[in-house]
Antibody, heavy 122, light 109 residues
Framework: EVQLVESGGVVVQPGGSLRLSCAASGFAFDDYGMHWLRQVPGKGLEWVSLITWDGGNIYYATSVRGRFTISRDNNKKSLYLQMNSLRDEDTAFYYC???????????????WGRGTLVTVSS | SYVLTQPPSVSVAPRQTARITCGGINIGRRSVHWYQQKPGQAPVLVVYDDTDRPSGIPERISGSNSGNTATLTISRVEAGDEADYYC????????????FGGGTKLTVL
């Protein structure tokens, strides 16, 4: 059974830093790209970042580029998100998700974690 | 960047059919994926590649895609189908290729 478990969400002051973790199990972690997404409570989904299976390619949403850093440790089957210079608008549930390629070379997210809440507040 | 438009809400009576649309320019040329998110829970993939269902998703849930509109159809709606539904495409022409619609709240009357 595929499981993704996020941790690290806390209350942090504006300008602060935080590191989220996602522990994966039940699949060959080092075969798949992994994502972070976020959701402001009561709002829609926002894609945040992607790291390919080997960490060779990394992508960020414009809203977090230069402040957030995604990384992974395939030996530990873990995904990370280092969040710096946090702003009020970064307050959200953060989800990690596993990607899969569809039949038309289109990508989707076939498993998600339950999320961890990051609150940026003074 | 590519934009996906969903109605904010859809309401349907139990045992009726709900149709949730996802609009985008020539979306019929893209593969569309759908996620269901129940209150307090993580999103779950319910349809991928326009029409395919992951294992465990009931046949009552189906998808279609043509022209400028993709549609998620839920037949014989049950109270347990009440959730937010999001469509998603992968836009190769964008620096942010993962595009989500704004979501549709399905209310079972």
């Amino acid at each position: 059974e595929v499981q993704l478990v996020e941790s690290g969400g806390v209350v942090v002051q504006p300008g602060g830093s935080l590191r989220l973790s996602c522990a994966a199990s039940g699949f060959a972690f080092d075969d798949y790209g992994m994502h972070w997404l976020r959701q402001v409570p009561g709002k829609g989904l926002e894609w945040v970042s992607l790291i390919t299976w080997d960490g060779g390619n990394i992508y960020y949403a414009t809203s977090v580029r230069g402040r957030f850093t995604i990384s992974r440790d395939n030996n530990k089957k873990s995904l990370y998100l280092q969040m710096n210079s946090l702003r009020d608008e970064d307050t959200a549930f953060y989800y990690c998700a596993k990607e899969k390629m569809g039949s038309s070379s289109s990508w989707f997210l076939d498993f998600w974690g339950r999320g961890t809440l990051v609150t940026v507040s003074s | 960047s590519y934009v996906l438009t969903q109605p904010p809400s859809v309401s349907v009576a139990p045992r009726q059919t709900a149709r949730i649309t996802c609009g985008g320019i020539n979306i019929g040329r893209r593969s569309v994926h759908w996620y269901q998110q129940k209150p307090g829970q993580a999103p779950v993939l319910v349809v991928y590649d326009d029409t395919d269902r992951p294992s465990g998703i009931p046949e009552r849930i189906s998808g279609s895609n043509s022209g400028n509109t993709a549609t998620l159809t839920i037949s014989r709606v049950e109270a347990g189908d009440e959730a937010d539904y999001y469509c998603q495409v992968w836009d190769t022409n964008s620096g942010q290729p993962w595009v989500f619609g704004g979501g549709t709240k399905l209310t079972v009357l």
